[in-house]
């Protein structure tokens, strides 16, 4: 299984994963990550929560298993590799951005 960095949005992100309601947990939102980084953060859960490994999502990717783990340790990735890697692991992508900004904007208080 993935590994989780256990970090302040992670409630957030399990919350909106397993709920799609994350009201509750705005009010320890620590707005350090990016929206990009929270969208990374969300496709790394949705593969722990289905018990996606790295090497299987590799396998999927066709590419190695330390790429899969740098590009989600990193919180960084081309859009071509965000898109495939969100198709990967069973997440539409244009919602996972559409998450993540919304979590971003609720966090800092936007919304």
Do not use: C, H, W
């Not at 590009?71 to 198709?87: G, H, Q």
């Not at 559409?98 to 936007?110: F, L, M, N, T």
């Amino acid at each position: 299984m993935l590994k989780s960095s256990n970090t302040p949005y992670d409630a957030m992100i399990d919350n909106m994963l397993d709920v799609a309601n994350i009201a509750d947990m705005l009010e320890t939102a620590n707005t350090k990550m990016t929206a990009g980084q929270i969208a990374i953060r969300i496709i790394e859960k949705t593969a722990a929560m289905k018990d996606l490994t790295q090497e299987s999502l590799a396998s999927k990717l066709g590419v190695t298993r330390q790429t899969v783990a740098s590009r989600l340790f990193k919180r960084s990735m081309t859009l071509d590799d965000f898109i495939d890697t969100a198709y990967a692991v069973g997440a539409d992508p244009s919602r996972v951005i559409a998450d993540s900004v919304r979590i971003k904007r609720q966090a800092e208080g936007v919304e």
